[in-house]
């Protein structure tokens, strides 16, 4: 069975300030991985998705994410966040087909001005 | 671009009652999916249909029903509301047989007293 984890409940950043939030996956064979973003109120915004090929994607609103097999991973990276990048970011891991998506619990990201 | 609506943003009914919730898409795709969301939990898939009066139980299927009758409505029923049903509806949509993302609806907020 296919499972996501995102470790971080809550992340507090400065303006500014880079980000990263962790993703890790448990999957048998080459996953689908996704990035949604939530904003209150909101449904979810894909971010950007890992289907094949280039294991660093880039992203809407300056975002990137690397797929590292060996370690399982999907982080997600910006280089400077924005005041209007605070919401809340899930992680989802797709089967082949990228119609059974499982997400992680969520990462919330406030930042400081 | 695709849009997903759903029925209502906020909804507030009785312990007991019949639910309905409802979700149109636009751009005439295959698949469709109800989840919920809840804190720290992420996204819980419900059902999806990947065609007209069909359908697949998800993950957490328990006390909910679905119906298929036009290949661009997808209902969730909960027969028998009850306040552990509270919680934010999402659903999805999906183009088969390419490689896409899912495109959420802005969700439905339940609460159930």
């Known amino acids: 069975a296919q499972s996501v984890t995102q470790p971080d409940i809550h992340i507090t950043v400065s303006e500014g300030a880079s980000l990263e939030l962790r993703c890790n996956y448990s999957?048998?064979?080459?996953?689908?991985l996704f990035w949604y973003v939530q904003s209150p109120g909101q449904g979810l915004q894909l971010l950007l998705k890992?289907?094949?090929?280039?294991?660093l994607v880039q992203g809407i609103k300056g975002f990137e994410a690397e797929f590292k097999r060996s370690q399982s991973s999907f982080n997600l990276r910006k280089p400077s966040v924005h005041w209007s990048d605070a919401a809340e970011y899930f992680c989802?891991?797709?089967?082949?087909?990228?119609?059974?998506?499982?997400f992680g619990g969520g990462t919330r990201l406030m930042v400081k001005p | 671009d695709v849009k997903v609506t759903q029925s209502s943003r906020y909804l507030v009914k009785r312990t007991g009652e019949k639910v309905f919730l409802e979700c149109v898409q636009d751009?005439?795709?295959?698949?469709m999916f109800w989840y919920r969301q809840d804190p720290g939990l992420g996204l819980r898939l419900i059902y999806f249909?990947?065609?007209?009066?069909?359908?697949e139980k998800g993950d957490i299927p328990e006390g909910y029903s679905v119906s298929r009758e036009k290949k661009e409505r997808f209902s969730l029923i909960l027969e028998s509301a009850s306040t552990n049903q509270t919680s934010m509806y999402l659903c999805?949509?999906?183009?088969?047989?390419?490689?896409?993302?899912?495109?959420f609806g802005p969700g439905t907020r339940l609460t159930v007293l």
């Open positions: 890992y289907f094949s090929g280039d294991t």
């Open positions: 751009m005439d795709h295959e698949n």
């Open positions: 999957y048998g064979a080459t996953p689908y």
């Open positions: 249909s990947y065609d007209v009066k069909m359908k």
């Open positions: 999805a949509s999906l183009p088969l047989g390419v490689e896409d993302t899912q495109y």
């Open positions: 989802a891991v797709g089967n082949n087909a990228g119609n059974m998506l499982t």
